[in-house]
């Protein structure tokens, strides 16, 4: 078997398409280093600048009073930008990078401030953006579409091309049983293959590690173990393809249109209409719920002109109002969201029957720009969230003098806060969440790739040679 | 004896196996994209109709002319979806599609909004025929042409045609004609599909001038195809091995459709950062509405009847409360100023004033149309540097490849490109004219109901109804013609090199 591998080898080292691939790959995986450190250093900066202005708000407000920080919220929560961005960054642009917290309104006449309530707002990057619309190289891209088209020039002929010469023949007469040719046919052309590809990942990786601009921790390369494992599961897949319609078809070049064919459907196509199907989601109504927000106002209206005289039942009714307005706002907003959120997880399963869109998947769960990253996100805001409500509860049942009623000047303790016991903010990424975010995505690819490599075996043992 | 040619040629080729099977996939592809693209179409549409419904609805609400033509107002404008974008899609669904119209800014396609449904829905880029052709159409012109020449090299069929008295140039036109006329029975069948599901469709009515524009994109498809398999039969007279022949067009075909289209705008030096350009024109614009504006707004409210330069003249009166708001955007260059006012009832003692309030609310609309108007004299050529003109210097280098040029030819017919989207604010434009012409007719600026609702509403009914018309088909051709006209330069170039290497290759 491995003499095989290593004959297949031998051949593929010297033709024109290996010297041609290593050529492509390279150009692509240095584009793709290159690109990343002219933008990511600015990403990055925009995040520190963004946090830094976040942490002064915060400490602004908490040296103000503790109202101030009560009826503000925590302010604007940002997305760390990945380390992994170049290698997939496609889906990013469409998710937002922050999180707000917005008062629901500045000041009304009886001098109530609206309490604060998460607002999630949605990135719209191309609505004034009037550049022409290319696809990013990044990692995704050129495993995704160039790999796999390569995968294919390696494997279209590995068959039909000894059957063509007769070559096949001469070497199953030597004893060698079938499945023996045929992985010792998919171990060469696997192997030479990775080393045009494993080259220009190392070049693309040692252009990034060097400059000072990034930084790569070890949690990034243990990712971007896992990425390479992925892209190379994943140019199994092609090979594999290769082998089976190789061993089907009697001349080489009838294999190979079949192969671009079938290589263009699955890898362009496939994704695409897959991703117009499932785009295609019914328009969500926002409910404004102002109808709502005005009855409760005369409600507490009404109440409040009921309690007339008393002083303190009056704080406890605006002190409800204004509490229980900025739960529902939040309600609101988030039910929205998870109505939105629901729509794309559906049209994700959709586009899941494409090999090309598993890769995308399990590329972004592990570089960390995707879809599940995001999610990951919100639920850090959002469990901060928690954490600062109940900072607030803390403080002030700390100080006896305050009267307990929240969302109103009087009735929450009159101290300033220590801007340090303020619980900072912190977006982490949960490799084992990533991972369970990634199990599915991985099994089915690699369901792919059984599912093809037997179907080329069935097709090589029973074909006529 | 060219007749036989063809004939024999065209024989050959439509026997094959790869001729059914590009028919095939053709149809198969076109058609289901087709129908899914059709969906997403009528769902724009359906979005666009409530939008424009919702909009006037909201305008009706507004009992006054300040509180309805703002910024932030309610008098928008909505552009309707494209229907040849199922075509090619271009900018149709990316950039803005709503804006407001209001007489204190000129709106242009920085200032739009967008209405539409889950934008997270974005991520899932949706994919049109043209991109379809694009793809299969240069595939397959490659597939049939690697084996013309080099297959009767190796053959040895060449040497025995070349014994009749033939000249090699006959030999390569049959060739071409008639691989031509293979490659586009797969073309014109799937886009006969196309448009009889579209005409099918009852949200569609397509008129001449969209016959014509679907014809220009065929003509353009079929200058595509033809550099395609030009460019493939240069290959195999190059080569003359139909197994080198085949990796080196298909490894051309990754470069031009995959690699090159995405790559060269990552490696081209990125265009000057035009941050000094938009920094110079926003401070002549805010020095304008700060310094010049301000200027003669104060010198009228120190001049007129009532004391102080209180800039609601202190009118009290039942009602929302009044407010006066600047926007601005440096990014944007967006400038503007507005007052909103509300009246829903005065006191008696206030009445005295209202000749005066009407006095100066005229004068204050003047004053910000003319402003907005000066501001849109400094900010248009300075959006077009700062905006277009970067985006322009990208477009041509992706039409370097005729991947890029056949896009481009393709958006311009459909009227999907940057020109196309861009008609639609200049339309939003016109009628911002026609408000304001309707407006000064109506004397709304000076009306009681620009600022109070307590004798009568605002009357929305005078303003002139907004529809926006595409280009004619003329100026569709116009601006697809240069791109055209290169991609049928490549093919006469490119037929040029192969017959020079043809007539002096030995067989």
């Known amino acids: 078997m491995w003499h095989i591998a290593k004959r297949e080898l031998y051949d593929n080292l010297n033709s024109l398409r290996f010297a041609l691939a290593t050529f492509l790959l390279l150009g692509l995986m240095l584009t793709n280093a290159v690109v990343h450190l ?54 990013a642009a469409f998710l937002s990078v922050h999180v707000s917290s917005i008062q629901s309104w500045s000041w009304d006449e009886r001098g109530l401030e609206g309490l604060w309530s998460l607002w999630y707002p949605s990135a719209t990057p191309n609505r004034n953006n009037v550049d022409p619309d290319v696809t990013k190289v990044d990692w995704g891209f050129i495993i995704g579409y160039v790999l796999s088209l390569l995968a294919l020039l390696f494997t279209f002929d590995s068959i039909s091309s000894e059957r063509e010469h007769g070559t096949l023949r001469l070497m199953l007469a030597n004893a060698i049983p079938r499945h023996t040719v ?113 009855e409760r106002r005369a409600e507490f209206d009404a109440r409040w002109h009921e309690a007339h005289g008393d002083r303190r039942k009056q704080l406890q009714l605006s002190g409800e109002y204004v509490t229980k307005d900025a739960e529902q706002r939040e309600h609101a907003h988030e039910a929205h969201l998870k109505r939105r959120i629901s729509q794309v997880k559906r049209a994700r399963a959709i586009t899941r029957f494409s090999p090309v869109t598993i890769m995308e998947h399990l590329l972004e769960s592990f570089a960390g720009t995707g879809f599940e990253r995001h999610l990951q996100f919100l639920e850090n805001v959002q469990s901060y969230a928690r954490q600062f409500r109940e900072f607030i509860v803390d403080t002030d049942s700390a100080d006896p003098e305050s009267l307990h009623i929240f969302g109103i000047r009087e009735g929450v303790s009159q101290k300033s806060v220590n801007p340090e016991a303020v619980p900072r903010f912190e977006d982490t990424l949960n490799f084992r969440r990533d991972f369970n975010a990634a199990a599915v995505d991985l099994l089915l690819l690699t369901l792919f790739f059984v599912g093809f490599f037997s179907g080329a075996y069935l097709a090589f043992v029973r074909v006529e040679i | 004896m060219l007749t036989v040619l063809i004939r024999r040629e065209l024989l050959d080729n439509l026997m094959t196996f790869r001729f059914a099977v590009a028919v095939l996939i053709m149809l198969l592809l076109v058609v289901a994209n087709t129908v899914v693209v059709l969906k997403d179409y009528e769902q724009r549409l359906m979005l666009y109709n409530d939008a424009v419904k919702m909009h006037q609805q909201q305008l009706q609400e507004k009992k006054t002319y300040s509180a309805g033509i703002t910024y932030a107002g309610e008098l928008r404008i909505n552009r309707p979806p494209n229907p040849l974008s199922i075509f090619n899609t271009g900018f149709d669904k990316r950039i803005g599609n709503k804006v407001t119209v209001s007489h204190t800014y000129v709106p242009s396609l920085w200032d739009s909004g967008w209405h539409g449904s889950n934008p997270f829905m974005d991520m899932f880029v949706s994919m049109d025929i043209v991109f379809i052709f694009e793809v299969i159409l240069s595939l397959l012109a490659l597939v049939f042409a690697y084996d013309t020449l080099a297959g009767e090299y190796e053959r040895g069929t060449l040497r ?34 196309t448009v009889i599901l579209l005409t099918t469709t009852p949200s569609i009515s397509l008129n001449t001038d969209d016959f014509l524009r679907i014809g220009g994109i065929i003509f353009a498809s079929v200058a595509y195809l033809s550099v395609f398999y030009l460019m493939g039969l240069l290959i195999s007279a190059a080569t003359r091995r139909t197994g080198t022949a085949l990796m080196l067009a298909m490894f051309v075909w990754g470069f031009l459709v995959l690699v090159y289209p995405n790559v060269i705008l990552a490696v081209i030096p990125r265009p000057e950062a035009p941050q000094a350009r938009a920094a110079s024109a926003f401070s002549q614009i805010e020095q304008m509405w700060e310094g010049e504006f301000g200027r003669e707004w104060r010198h009228f409210l120190e001049t007129d009847a009532l004391p102080g330069i209180d800039w609601n003249l202190g009118l009290k009166g039942s009602g929302s409360e009044p407010y006066a708001y600047m926007w601005r955007d440096p990014r944007t260059l967006q400038y503007s100023f507005e007052v909103i006012l509300a009246f829903e009832g005065f006191d008696d003692k206030e009445e005295h004033k209202i000749p005066h309030a009407q006095n100066h609310f005229r004068f204050l609309g003047q004053l910000v149309t003319r402003t907005a108007d000066q501001t849109w004299i400094i900010r248009k050529p300075a959006l077009e540097d700062i905006f277009i003109h970067p985006a322009n210097v990208k477009r041509i280098w992706l039409k370097l490849s005729p991947v890029g040029l056949y896009d481009a030819a393709t958006q311009a017919w459909t009227g999907t490109d940057l020109h196309g989207v861009r008609d639609f604010f200049d339309a939003a434009r016109r009628y911002r004219q026609e408000v304001i012409n309707a407006l000064y007719d109506k004397e709304a600026f000076g009306s009681r109901q620009w600022f109070s609702s307590d004798k009568g509403a605002a009357d929305w009914n005078i303003l002139p109804q907004f529809s926006f018309q595409r280009v004619d088909v003329n100026t569709n051709a116009k601006r697809a013609l240069l791109d055209v006209g290169i991609l049928l330069m490549m093919n006469v170039v490119i037929f040029i090199l192969i017959f020079l290497i043809f007539v002096k290759s030995e067989v």
């Open chain 1, 38 to 91: 002219r933008e990511h250093p600015e990403r990055v900066q925009m995040y520190s600048e963004k946090v830094a202005a976040h942490q002064n708000r915060l400490k602004s407000h908490a040296n103000a009073s503790f109202y101030e920080l009560a009826q503000k919220g925590p302010g604007t929560l940002h997305k760390k930008p990945s380390a992994l961005h170049f290698c997939t960054g496609r889906g």
């Open chain 2, 160 to 193: 025995l045609v070349l014994t009749h008295p033939v000249s090699r140039g006959h030999i390569l036109l049959a060739k071409y004609v008639s691989a031509m006329l293979c490659l586009l029975v797969p073309l014109l069948i799937s886009l006969l599909f």
């Open chain 1, 182 to 294: 045929l992985i010792g046919k998919f171990l060469g052309a696997l192997i030479s293959i990775s080393i045009p590809f494993t080259l220009a990942v190392l070049v693309n990786l040692l252009v990034i590690a060097t400059s000072s601009d990034v930084y790569l921790g070890a949690d990034a390369w243990g990712r971007l173990g896992i990425i390479y494992f992925i892209a190379l599961l994943y140019t199994c897949l092609f090979l594999a393809l290769g082998l089976l319609v190789s061993a089907r078809v009697q001349r080489s070049a009838v294999s190979l249109v079949i192969l671009l064919l079938v290589w263009v459907t699955l890898v362009v196509f496939m994704p695409g209409t897959l991703a117009s199907i499932a785009g295609r989601s019914l328009p969500l109504k926002w409910e404004r719920g102002s109808q709502r927000f005005f």
